[in-house]
Structures are given as C-alpha cells and as structure tokens.
C-alpha cells in the first residue's frame, strides 16, 4: 500500500480490495496469511494450520483443501528475510506520508526492529 502513496495513479490500490481498481502487483506479489484446513471446514487458527500465500492464490484457494485442489505445499526458504520490513521503514522515513494505518505500522515495525536488530 505503500507504493500507492508514492505512485498512486501507477499503483492504485483500494481499501477493500476490490481487482477492478486495485493493481495486479498487490494481488500476486503481496503475501497474506492463509489455513491450510479452511476455517469453514472446520480448520483452527492454530500456527500449525497457517501458511503464507499471495493474495491471487489465498482468493483461489477460498474454501477448499489443498488436496482438492492437487496443490501442495513448498518448503519454508531457509534464507533471512525481514518481510520486506526493513524497506517499508526506509520508505516511510523518506517520505511524508500521514496515512494513520501506514504511521501504525510503521511505529510497530520500527519497534520491533529497534529491538530485534532486524537490517
């Protein structure tokens, strides 16, 4: 959502998702957390039954198993990563924008890297 601020007539984005006035980025590049045993099918939201998704798969995906689907699932990446999290302070902090959910994030963010040491 970010990106949106910065480029906004590039990378339109709308608050509740909706495809025709959201960019494709947001749906294939973004992650989201999925169950891997729907909710509706009787899955928990226990650690163990989520998984990272982009949002285009989480959508497809809506209430089947992945078996139905033939879909499986791939290995964590044993690689660091921060989520990106690193690049969203940098971003926030070079630019001004006042947007109160993006400013939230930013301070929870921030924290936790201030704490953690994360780069």
Same mark, same amino acid.
């Given at each position: 959502?970010?990106?949106?601020?910065?480029?906004?007539?590039?990378?339109?984005?709308?608050?509740?998702?909706?495809?025709?006035?959201?960019?494709?980025?947001?749906?294939?590049?973004?992650?989201?957390?999925?169950?891997?045993?729907?909710?509706?099918?009787?899955?928990?939201? !226990?650690?163990?039954?989520?998984?990272?998704?982009?949002? *285009?798969?989480? &959508?497809?995906?809506? =209430?089947?198993? @992945?078996?139905?689907?033939?879909?499986?699932?791939?290995?964590?990446?044993?690689?660091?990563? !921060?989520?990106?999290?690193?690049?969203?302070?940098?971003? *926030?902090?070079? &630019?001004?924008?006042? =947007?109160?959910? @993006?400013?939230?994030?930013?301070?929870?963010?921030?924290?936790?890297?201030?704490?953690?040491?994360?780069?």
């Amino acid at each position: 959502m970010i990106i949106s601020h910065i480029f906004p007539e590039e990378f339109p984005y709308h608050p509740h998702w909706k495809m025709s006035r959201t960019h494709p980025v947001y749906w294939e590049l973004s992650a989201s957390c999925d169950h891997v045993v729907p909710r509706a099918r009787g899955g928990s939201d !226990d650690i163990e039954n989520l998984v990272t998704c982009c949002y *285009m798969c989480n &959508t497809i995906k809506a =209430n089947w198993t @992945l078996e139905e689907l033939r879909w499986t699932l791939l290995e964590p990446s044993k690689e660091e990563w !921060d989520g990106l999290a690193g690049l969203f302070v940098k971003l *926030m902090e070079a &630019t001004e924008i006042n =947007n109160p959910y @993006l400013r939230g994030w930013y301070s929870l963010i921030k924290s936790k890297i201030s704490r953690e040491g994360i780069k």
